[in-house]
């Protein structure tokens, strides 16, 4: 019989002893008696791991009272049979030292696992950016709390609520805000999970439809646009930046952004050979990401190439950049270059730095608690491209968001006035071709 047999038949046997206590009220609910269990398995497991190995203690020389062990043919020792147990759990599988197991070293510890499994660079790279998001939030909701430090088998359904309920009451959090700490809680006690550490989580318990009307309300995507108006002096102004500055690529990169709402890291890796004068397109396909140093990732943020149309506005552009490059950076291949950067084009920061320049010129407020950077002008073109006739769908494919996060994130508000138009126009087709086929049906009687 192996040992997580024996250790299963022992918990097992522990069961009616439990279940007596509960009835008695010793143990006041279920979850209570699955952590009672937990830890009696726990012990088991490491008692059974124990009596395979034989700790012995120095009688003289230097070592004297000292305690050693063999693990694999190599000798460990410690001044305390209590620290040599734990360097023998901790090289035995499913065990690890106290140390190891609370809930930040466990945090620590999923995020770890996660980058070990990805080889392909830039993969890689991504998810070291989302891990740094992850850490972020991380130090925001659990760094120098008491919970950080509990070990990840004594939290209970009552300690995850205590954490939650405590970050409620010292921050002001909006729905996502707090998806992003449920992220967290949800990564370290699936990480225990994998490793056998526990046997359930304590957040399938915690009722979290108590906490639906304690969030901040979120500012309405109506108010995270601008207005065609403000665009058009963001770009007057950005063109005389070129005029003074000609050689500086951030500006001419600003009007580009303004002119196709492209996601700002998708701007500097653009080359030549991915405008296709004639097919009338440019071939969107990379994005550089990280964070000195940069890196050219060869997929989109959504693993997805796409085609954005050269409009005649962005053609004007192009024509422009093309000859103001051959003069200032004749051996450029990228369309905004940046020779001081080891990559040779410019950062995805570079454009921002030019939007916040450009809105302090035109008294325009950036509020750090209303997202209304470059990526707002996103929201004005889907908006404005649905409302004058075009498909949700045809919009994903140029812009790169599914029709989902287009209809929740991206549209400002509906234009009752356009709407109208375009079902009055819908409306006159349909009109017109029944007048064309009550006719052809009277010429046949």
């Known amino acids: 019989m192996n040992n997580n047999v024996l250790i299963q038949a022992e918990v097992s046997s522990s069961v ?41 203690q120095f009688q003289t020389g230097a070592n004297a009272g ?97 954490i939650v309920e405590y970050n409620l009451e010292r921050h002001d959090m909006k729905k996502q805000a707090f998806k992003n700490m449920k992220t967290v809680l949800n990564q370290t006690f699936n990480y225990a999970l994998k490793k056998e550490l526990i046997q359930f989580t304590p957040m399938s318990q915690v009722p979290w439809e108590d906490y639906n009307d304690c969030f901040v309300a979120s500012t309405p995507i109506k108010e995270r646009g601008y207005t065609v108006d403000e665009m058009s002096e963001m770009l007057r102004l950005t063109q005389q930046n070129e005029i003074d500055n000609p050689a500086d690529s951030r500006h001419w990169s600003y009007e580009f952004n303004l002119l196709t709402a492209m996601r700002r890291a998708e701007i500097p890796p653009l080359r030549w050979d991915d405008v296709h004068w004639e097919e009338g397109y440019i071939d969107v396909h990379q994005e550089e990401i990280g964070k000195k ?55 995805p920061n570079v454009t921002y730095r030019a939007h916040k320049r450009i809105c302090q010129q035109l008294g325009i407020t950036i509020d750090k608690n209303i997202l209304r950077g470059t990526h707002a002008f996103r929201r004005v073109y889907l908006t404005q491209f649905i409302e004058g006739g075009g498909s949700i769908d045809l919009a994903a494919n140029i812009y790169g968001n599914s029709d989902r996060t287009i209809k929740k994130h991206y549209l400002l508000g509906i234009n009752s006035k356009a709407s109208a138009n375009i079902i009055d126009m819908t409306q006159k087709r349909i009109n017109k071709q029944n007048k064309v086929n009550n006719s052809e049906q009277q010429k046949c009687i």
Not at 312 to 326: D, H, I, P, T
């Open 293 to 347: 140093p940069y890196f050219i990732k060869p997929t989109t943020k959504t693993d997805k190439d796409r085609y954005f149309p050269i409009t005649e506005s962005v053609a004007e552009f192009l024509g422009r950049l093309q000859e103001n490059n051959r003069i200032h950076h004749p051996e450029s291949k990228f369309l905004f270059p940046d020779e001081s950067q080891e990559l040779g084009c410019i950062s």
């Open 66 to 162: 000292k305690y050693y062990v063999k693990i694999d043919g190599k000798k460990h020792q410690s001044n305390t049979r209590e620290g040599l147990e734990a360097i023998i759990l901790e090289h035995c599988s499913g065990v690890m030292p106290k140390n190891k197991t609370t809930f930040k070293a466990l945090f620590d510890a999923s995020q770890e696992d996660r980058l070990k499994r990805i080889k392909d660079p830039a993969k890689r790279i991504s998810a070291e950016e989302t891990i740094k998001v992850h850490r972020r939030d991380y130090r925001r909701y659990f760094a120098e709390t008491s919970f950080e430090a509990k070990q990840i088998t004594a939290i209970a359904k009552k300690d995850v609520i205590e």
């Open 16 to 56: 009616p002893e439990l279940m007596e206590l509960n009835e008695y009220g010793n143990i006041d609910n279920i979850e209570s008696l699955e952590l009672l269990l937990q830890r009696k398995k726990d012990e088991m497991r490491k008692k059974q791991i124990l009596s395979q190995y034989e700790i012995k």
